[in-house]
């Protein structure tokens, strides 16, 4: 209990110290306020473009997809917030920066976990939260105490989800050295799978992101039992508790890898 | 012409070193590629002609622009950014080249690279799906030509913005901004021509819709003969307000300029 009151006590501190860097250069975040939300905002345009000139993209109509999004970049917005550290893990591994986590008395991986606290982030949160308020108001999606549990719960399980791959990735930089060159594909895949419905894609790829790599969870399998769309899939019990027991299930995964690859931690030869 | 051939093909080598990098971008390439093809398939399920494209026209359309970005290369703003930063430009100016050549130069050379690395693979892994074959040898040549004069706009208009940093340093995310502006506006993902008339009338004005949609359309058939000429007609219009644009600011900057460090 002791350890656990002090551990708590060392995030507020870590924290503390994270938000005051994050606004030590305003002007810096307010152009990132101006450019972050543009590609998000665009994004949603050409689909709605696309939408009124064809049709329902795979039986989805336009406010569904905006909720869709929205929902994908909450959790995009949040995980940039609290895992960038994980996108830069190679840096730290060439560098020898976890020497410094080493020799503290405290949990590597909390360290880790609390070094980066991105404010930036929040440019990413704002406009996905827009777009999902958007997306709730137009396709008249029913506000209630349960539903707002289930968001909580998909919102919690994507973010753990997103922070999961990337952790993963990034630990790979303790076998290979370099991992920065593999963001470029988990940030393509986890836009593509969040921003369309998966059902427009063949089926091995639909599979692939249900069972294999579930990014389906993020936002597709949660919105479309919000709005009753029969996405081929009969998956036992409610999808926004799978999302979240999958979202903490790739964490622990995530986790031990990190473990394993710290074990293989070399530092930096000078 | 010698040291700039020369440092096309410096570059050329530099990226054939990193292979590792290679198989990565080749993975993402074929991402787009997935994800653009299903995507326009779905769109177009049960319906035949849209604006006067069909299906297959609209995959071709979606194919070559992925090629297209993934060619149109234009580090020459980051590489001002980065050389005025750290003050290496002076070791540049020492240089008996013309600088903003040299830099050109460079980003051929990637521009090349990426030719072969990358729009080469993407081409022959799309046959999977259609033929992406242009409409005729015709439509192939001003393709070409069109697509050149694209990539002088946007390099011009990132070494306008690149200029700026002798002044100003650091303008945060002005690029980034200005790649989010290109990426929709030129029609690389969604065609101008699916946006409302308003606002259709409005970017005919700018620069951004002739450097992707132009090649591409011709590239597709969808514009014709004469619409091609017409175009281009306005591209080299576009290429010489921005050369001119260009050299009025590289002369007032070249004026004088502060090296930072020693």
């Known amino acids: 209990m002791k350890t656990f009151m002090r551990y708590i006590s060392m995030a507020k501190v870590f924290l503390k110290i994270n938000i005051q860097c994050g606004l030590e250069y305003p002007a810096y975040l307010i152009s990132w306020l101006i450019s972050n939300p543009l590609q998000f905002f665009f994004g949603i345009i050409t689909i709605k473009v696309v939408v009124e000139q064809f049709h329902p993209l795979g039986g989805w109509e336009f406010p569904q997809i905006a909720f869709m999004y929205g929902l994908g970049i909450l959790s995009h917005g949040l995980s940039v917030i609290f895992f960038i550290q994980t996108w830069y893990m190679d840096y730290l591994v060439t560098n020898g920066e976890f020497d410094r986590l080493l020799v503290r008395p405290l949990n590597v991986f909390f360290q880790f976990c609390f070094m980066d606290f991105n404010f930036i982030g929040i440019t990413d949160f704002i406009p996905g939260f827009i777009i999902f308020i958007y997306g709730c108001i137009a396709s008249h999606f029913p506000v209630t105490i349960l539903n707002l549990v289930k968001l909580l719960l998909v919102v919690t399980g994507a973010t753990l989800l997103r922070g999961a791959i990337y952790t993963l990735t990034g630990s790979l930089a303790f076998w290979t050295k370099r991992s920065g060159s593999l963001r470029s594909i988990h940030l393509s895949l986890f836009s593509y799978t969040t921003q369309y419905p998966l059902n427009i894609f063949p089926k091995l790829i639909q599979n692939l992101f249900t069972f294999i790599l579930p990014l389906g969870f993020i936002s597709y399998f949660p919105s479309s039992e919000f709005f009753n769309k029969d996405t081929g899939y009969k998956i036992f019990g409610n999808l926004s508790v799978w999302a979240f027991i999958i979202g903490v299930g790739f964490y622990v995964l995530s986790m031990a890898v990190f473990k394993l690859g710290l074990r293989r931690y070399e530092s930096a030869g000078s | ?262």
Do not use: H
Request: proline content about 4%.
């Open chain 2, 1 to 262: 012409m010698k040291p700039y051939l020369y440092m096309i093909k410096i570059k050329l080598l530099l990226s054939l070193n990193y292979r590792f990098e290679f198989y990565i971008s080749l993975l993402v390439q074929v991402i787009f590629l997935f994800t653009s093809i299903f995507f326009w398939k779905a769109a177009y399920k049960g319906v035949g002609v849209v604006e006067n494209v069909n299906e297959q026209q609209m995959l071709t359309y979606s194919v070559i622009s992925l090629i297209l970005s993934s060619i149109f290369i234009t580090k020459v703003e980051s590489t001002i950014q980065g050389k005025v930063r750290k003050g290496n430009i002076a070791v540049d100016y020492i240089k008996p080249t013309n600088i903003f050549l040299m830099y050109f130069s460079e980003d051929i050379g990637d521009v090349v690279t990426s030719i072969i690395q990358k729009a080469f693979p993407v081409f022959v892994f799309s046959f999977l799906f259609i033929n992406p074959l242009p409409t005729s040898a015709v439509n192939l040549i001003l393709f070409l030509l069109s697509s050149c004069l694209s990539y002088l706009i946007l390099w011009l208009i990132s070494a306008i913005i690149g200029l700026f940093y002798f002044r100003v340093i650091d303008m945060g995310p002005v690029g980034i901004i200005k790649d989010y502006l290109v990426r929709v506006l030129s029609g690389s993902f969604v065609p101008i021509w699916f946006f409302p008339k308003s606002v259709q009338a409005v970017l005919n004005y700018l620069p951004f819709i002739y450097t992707y949609q132009l090649p591409l359309s011709i590239y597709i058939g969808r514009s014709t003969i004469n619409a091609a000429f017409k175009g281009m007609l306005v591209q080299v219009l576009w290429v010489l307000i921005f050369y001119f644009l260009f050299k009025r600011l590289k002369d007032k900057i070249e004026q004088n300029i502060f090296v930072q460090g020693g």
